[in-house]
C-alpha cells in the first residue's frame, strides 16, 4: 500500500519522494506535504493546504453579517470564542459602534478562556506527537474542564457563536463566574504540572533545542505572527499594540523567545498560559454589572419577553432576523490577538445588509508558509516537532 | 494620528506621480498606487527608517465588474517600530497583471497565489505561480462576481 507513494529519480537513487498526509495524525487537520528525503534528511518539503477551503470568503458575501458568525466557530475551531470576538468587533468597527462595559470584560474572558483552550490542545498533541503521551492526559482532562466553562456560557463546546454584533448572546450568571474563578485559581498549578513532565525533561530537550530554528527577521518577512513568532524575540502581540475590548486596563506580560527554535514556542505558548489565567483574575475582580448589550433595536435583538408582549419590539427581531442590519459604505481592517496570531477581517461595504467583500487574514495560513524553511535539511522527525510547535489549525489555514 | 495617514503624506511628496488616489474610512487610511511602481514604492516603504512596514499582513483582492479597470489588489502593511498600519491598493484590467511583491516580502508569495487562484490576476514575477487553495486543474477562479454562490 505505501509502496506506491515512494518514487525514485534516476539521476538520484538516493533521493525518495514520500507524501506526508493529509491524513495523517500528526498533520494537527488535513495538511499534505510532500517531502523528498535523502536518508533522513528532508532534502525539499512543498506543502499542500486547501483540503478544508469552504469558500467562507464567498459565503460572507451572500450572508447578513449577523449570519455569516457561525463560520466564524469553524475556522480556528479549538479557540471559536476568539474568532467570534474578532468578527463582531470588525463589525463594529464599519457601523462606529462601541459595546458597554460589562461586554468588553466578558469578551476578554471569551478570548482568553480561547487561548487556554486551544494551547491545551496544543501542547497535549505536540508531546503526544514526540512520544510523550502522559501529557496528553493531564491537558485533555484540564480542557473537560475548561469545556465544561464553554459549554455552560455559550452553549456549545465547540460552535460557540457567541457574540453578537453589539452584545453577546446571553450575559454571564453569578454560578458561572464563580465556577470560573475556581478554575482561575486553580489553572496555574495545572501549568507547573505541564511543565514538571517536560521543560528540563532531556528528551524534550534533545528533540526541541535547536530544532526548526527561525530568525526574527524571517519570521517577520513570511508574515509569521503570535507566539511563533514572538518565540523568535519578536514583541509583536496585538493585545498590547492595539488593545481592543480593553485590553489596555489589563497587567501581563507578554512572553518571548531568543531562539525561535521548537523548545522557544514551547516555553512561550506555555507562559502565554499562565499569562492569561492572570487576565482572567483581573477581569474578574473588575467585572462590573450594567448592561452586556448596545441598546440599538436597528442592530441587537430585543429581550424575547419584549419581543412576546410589544408590537415595536417584534418587528425589529423580525427585520434583524429576516433581512438583517444596514451597514454603512466604507472599508475596515480590524484585528484581534487569537491564540495563532493575528487574525484579521478586512471588511468592504458598499452598503447594505451583507459585505460586498469579507477578506480573512488567517494568521496559521502565514505562519505554516514557513514550514519549509524550518524543516529543510533537518530530520524527518523533526518534520513533525515544526508542525506541532507552529500550532496550525487547517480550518483556520483553508478558510 | 489615523493609520497609514502620515505616511500616505510622505508618498505624495515622494512619489508625486505614482499616487492615483487616497482616501479614508474610521482613520484608517488608503493610498491608490500606480502599479509600475509598486515594487519601488514598497522596498521604500519597508526599508526607510521613517516608514519601516516590515511585515506585509496581506494581500488580497476585490472584484469590480462595472468598473474600467475591475480588479483591485489590496496590500495590508504594518511597521512594528511605529505601530501604524498602512492600506495599498493597485487597479488593473481583466485579465489582471500586476507585478508580485516577493522580492520585498517572503509573505507575499502563500497570498498571491490566493489571490490568483481566487480572481485569476497574475503576478509577474512569482517565482512559483501556482492554485494553492483550489484543485491544480480547477479552471474558474471563486471569489470575482460572475462566479455564482450555487450551481445547477
Given at each position: 500500500?505505501?509502496q506506491h507513494?515512494i518514487?525514485?529519480s ?12 493529509p491524513?495523517h495524525?500528526?498533520?494537527h ?6 517531502l ?9 518539503a ?5 483540503y ?9 458575501e ?10 466564524t ?13 474578532g ?6 468597527e ?6 458597554p462595559?460589562r461586554c ?12 487556554i ?8 498533541t ?7 503521551a502522559t501529557v496528553?492526559?493531564?491537558?485533555f ?5 475548561h469545556?465544561?466553562l ?6 456549545a ?7 453578537r ?9 453569578a454560578k ?12 496555574p ?7 514538571s ?6 528528551i524534550?530537550l ?13 519570521a ?9 513568532l ?10 498590547k499594540?492595539r ?9 501581563f ?5 531568543s ?10 505558548r ?5 499569562q ?6 483581573q477581569?474578574?475582580?473588575n467585572?462590573?454589572d ?11 435583538l ?7 408582549t ?8 423580525f427585520?434583524?432576523?429576516?433581512e438583517?442590519?444596514e451597514?454603512?459604505a466604507?472599508?475596515v481592517y480590524?484585528s ?11 471588511i ?9 467583500r469579507?477578506?480573512?487574514?488567517s ?17 524527518i522527525?523533526?518534520?513533525?516537532a ?8 487547517l ?5 | 494620528?489615523?493609520?497609514?495617514e ?8 515622494r512619489f ?10 474610521r ?11 509598486l ?13 519601516s512596514?516590515?511585515?506585509?499582513l496581506?494581500?488580497?483582492a ?12 489590496v ?5 512594528l517600530a511605529?505601530?501604524d ?6 487597479r488593473?484590467?481583466?485579465p ?6 516577493t ?13 490568483f ?19 491544480d ?11 455564482p454562490?450555487?450551481?445547477?
Amino acid at each position: 500500500m505505501a509502496q506506491h507513494l515512494i518514487e525514485r529519480s534516476e539521476d538520484h537513487p538516493d533521493i525518495i519522494t514520500v507524501n506526508m498526509g493529509p491524513s495523517h495524525p500528526a498533520t494537527h487537520g488535513v495538511l499534505r506535504i510532500v517531502l523528498k528525503l535523502d536518508g533522513e534528511t528532508v532534502v525539499k518539503a512543498v506543502p499542500h493546504i486547501g483540503y478544508l477551503h469552504r469558500g467562507m470568503e464567498k459565503i460572507a458575501e451572500n450572508r447578513t453579517y449577523l449570519q455569516f458568525l457561525p463560520y466564524t466557530d469553524r475556522m480556528d475551531y479549538l479557540g471559536p470564542l476568539a474568532a467570534n470576538v474578532g468578527f463582531c468587533l470588525a463589525v463594529e468597527e464599519l457601523l462606529g459602534i462601541e459595546v458597554p462595559p460589562r461586554c468588553q470584560v466578558l469578551r476578554v474572558l471569551c478570548c482568553e478562556l480561547a487561548r487556554i483552550g486551544s494551547h491545551l490542545v496544543w501542547l497535549g498533541t505536540h508531546a503526544l506527537d514526540m512520544g510523550a503521551a502522559t501529557v496528553f492526559f493531564h491537558t485533555f482532562r484540564d480542557r473537560e474542564w475548561h469545556y465544561d466553562l464553554v459549554e455552560d456560557l455559550t452553549g456549545a463546546r465547540l460552535t460557540t457563536s457567541y457574540t453578537r454584533v453589539g452584545g453577546v448572546s446571553r450575559d454571564a450568571d453569578a454560578k458561572w463566574l464563580q465556577d470560573l474563578r475556581a478554575f482561575v485559581d486553580e489553572f496555574p498549578r495545572r501549568v507547573d504540572e505541564y511543565e514538571s513532565l517536560l521543560t528540563r525533561n532531556a528528551i524534550w530537550l534533545k528533540r526541541t533545542q535547536g530544532v526548526g530554528v527561525i530568525g526574527a527577521q524571517d519570521a517577520i518577512a513570511y508574515g509569521m505572527t503570535g507566539p511563533s513568532l514572538r518565540a523568535a524575540g519578536v514583541e509583536y502581540d496585538v493585545r498590547k499594540k492595539r488593545p481592543y475590548s480593553g485590553y489596555q486596563n489589563y497587567d501581563f506580560e507578554i512572553p518571548t523567545g531568543s531562539d525561535g527554535d521548537v523548545y522557544d514556542r514551547y516555553l512561550v505558548r506555555l507562559e502565554e498560559m499562565r499569562q492569561s489565567a492572570r487576565i482572567l483574575d483581573q477581569a474578574l475582580r473588575n467585572i462590573s454589572d450594567g448592561p452586556v448589550n448596545i441598546d440599538d433595536p436597528k442592530i441587537f435583538l430585543p429581550p424575547k419577553r419584549k419581543v412576546l408582549t410589544s408590537m415595536e419590539e417584534l418587528i425589529h427581531q423580525f427585520m434583524i432576523v429576516t433581512e438583517g442590519f444596514e451597514c454603512p459604505a466604507g472599508e475596515v481592517y480590524h484585528s484581534t490577538e487569537v491564540p495563532k496570531g493575528e487574525l484579521g477581517f478586512y471588511i468592504i461595504s458598499t452598503g447594505g445588509r451583507a459585505p460586498y467583500r469579507l477578506r480573512i487574514r488567517s494568521p496559521s495560513f502565514n505562519n505554516i508558509s514557513t514550514l519549509p524553511l524550518l524543516v529543510e535539511g533537518g530530520l524527518i522527525a523533526d518534520v513533525i516537532a515544526n508542525i506541532a510547535s507552529l500550532d496550525p489549525v487547517l480550518g483556520e489555514v483553508d478558510r | 494620528m489615523a493609520d497609514g495617514e502620515k505616511t500616505i503624506a510622505s508618498l505624495r511628496e515622494r512619489f508625486p506621480e505614482a499616487v492615483l488616489r487616497a482616501g479614508s474610512f474610521r482613520d484608517q487610511h488608503w493610498a491608490e498606487l500606480r502599479p509600475e511602481r509598486l515594487v519601488e514604492i514598497c522596498r521604500w516603504l519597508r526599508d526607510d527608517p521613517g516608514a519601516s512596514y516590515e511585515l506585509l499582513l496581506d494581500v488580497t483582492a476585490a472584484h469590480w465588474p462595472d468598473e474600467p479597470q475591475p480588479l483591485e489588489v489590496v496590500y495590508h502593511l504594518f511597521s512594528l517600530a511605529h505601530n501604524d498600519r498602512l492600506r495599498l491598493k493597485v487597479r488593473t484590467g481583466d485579465p489582471g497583471r500586476v507585478p508580485s511583491l516577493t522580492p520585498v516580502w517572503a509573505s507575499a508569495n502563500w497570498n498571491e497565489r490566493e489571490t490568483f487562484d481566487m480572481f485569476g490576476i497574475v503576478f509577474e514575477g512569482h517565482p512559483d505561480p501556482r492554485r494553492i487553495l483550489m484543485p491544480d486543474d480547477y479552471t474558474d477562479h471563486p471569489l470575482r462576481k460572475e462566479f455564482p454562490l450555487y450551481r445547477g
